[in-house]
């Protein structure tokens, strides 16, 4: 009989393939064929922000150049 092995087989191997999430923000601004220099001038991110604002993480830059209130969690 065989022993099973026990044990993560690749630890301590750098992971392959693996790319940080992709934010809702950048998805959405992505979606509306936006490129950065564009996002304080669109009408139609402003306000996906504005609804959206408090379930996704928004640029604090571009909150403050929307005038939205920006809620501290301190």
């Given at each position: 009989?065989?022993?099973?092995?026990?044990?993560?087989p690749n630890w301590?191997?750098?992971?392959?393939?693996?790319?940080?999430?992709?934010?809702e923000f950048e998805?959405?601004?992505?979606?509306?064929?936006?490129?950065?220099?564009?996002?304080?001038?669109?009408?139609?991110?402003?306000?996906?922000?504005?609804?959206?604002?408090?379930?996704?993480?928004?640029?604090?830059?571009?909150?403050?150049?929307?005038?939205?209130?920006?809620?501290?969690?301190?």
């Open positions: 009989m065989i022993p099973k092995k026990r044990g993560n301590g191997k750098p992971m392959m393939n693996t790319l940080p999430p992709v934010l998805r959405v601004a992505r979606e509306f064929k936006l490129s950065p220099d564009q996002y304080q001038h669109s009408t139609r991110l402003r306000e996906w922000a504005s609804v959206h604002r408090k379930s996704n993480y928004i640029p604090e830059v571009l909150l403050k150049a929307w005038g939205f209130e920006i809620e501290s969690s301190l």
